[in-house]
């Protein structure tokens, strides 16, 4: 299995059928105003993007969608984890299914526990300006 593979499995469970992801709130990254927040805008689509230095997700996501979703619904939500995440990340564990019953009772309930951190983003980059 690829060093990918598990990081990918590490915050993903699927030992029931209520099928859990962790997942990181985007707003929480503009309110600490980390430093691994990035904008970059796209000459071709003109749109602005917004990504995370830190890869702890990899999606880019759309600033204006964003906007407007925490404008109407009050919280964009949450995407996936895709790499180690820092003390400085919002997560939270989403549910893809509820149900009732022996298939939906949680066998792993280490996985809501706050996962393992890496140094904050901060400490990193002043590490980096030092060398
Ligand atoms: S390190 Fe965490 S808080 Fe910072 S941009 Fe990435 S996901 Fe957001
Ligand atoms: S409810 Fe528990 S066992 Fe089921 S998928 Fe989520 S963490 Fe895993």
């Not at 927040?37 to 600033?63: P, Q, T």
Request: charged share 25%; glycine share 10%; hydrophobic share 30%.
């Amino acid at each position: 299995m690829s060093g990918h593979a598990k990081l990918v499995q590490s915050h993903q469970c699927r030992q029931c059928c209520t099928f859990c992801d962790r997942v990181v709130h985007p707003a929480g990254c503009i309110e600490s105003s980390c430093p691994y927040l990035y904008l970059y805008d796209d000459e071709a689509s003109g749109r602005r993007y917004m990504g995370c230095l830190g890869n702890v997700f990899k999606v880019e996501i759309d600033v204006e969608v964003f906007g407007e979703a925490e404008r109407t619904r009050q919280r964009f939500g949450g995407v996936k984890i895709t790499g180690r995440p820092t003390p400085r990340c919002q997560i939270s564990v989403e549910r893809a299914y509820e149900g009732h019953g022996e298939p939906f009772d949680c066998v792993n309930p280490g996985f809501f526990e706050p996962p393992e951190t890496g140094p904050d983003p901060a400490e990193a980059l002043d590490l980096r300006d030092r060398l």
